[in-house]
């Protein structure tokens, strides 16, 4: 997020920077995300209306579930 967005909830953010932050979210490398972050990022591209938003969304959801111990981590793709 902006530096000076840092306190704002996401929702709360004008359209135009939520635009920005879900793009950034959208590329970003899951693990340098802390779990707040992924947790945020994961809600807010699921109710992105970019498909490819949406896509992301659920390769957050499993990294999240991992980290909150709900599944254990697939390592070789079985």
């Known amino acids: 997020?902006?530096?000076?967005?840092?306190?704002?909830?996401?929702?709360?953010l004008p359209p135009e920077r939520q635009a920005a932050q879900r793009e950034a979210w959208a590329r970003a490398d899951v693990y340098t995300m802390s779990t707040e972050e992924l947790a945020q990022a994961h809600r807010a591209l699921t109710a992105?209306?970019?498909?490819?938003?949406?896509?992301?969304?659920?390769?957050?959801?499993?990294?999240?579930?991992?980290?909150?111990?709900?599944?254990?981590?697939d390592f070789y793709g079985e």
Request: glycine content about 2%; charged content about 35%; aromatic content about 8%.
């Open 1 to 12: 997020m902006y530096e000076d967005d840092a306190d704002i909830p996401f929702e709360r």
């Open 48 to 73: 992105s209306p970019v498909a490819e938003h949406r896509a992301r969304a659920a390769e957050l959801a499993y990294e999240l579930d991992v980290r909150l111990g709900n599944i254990e981590p």
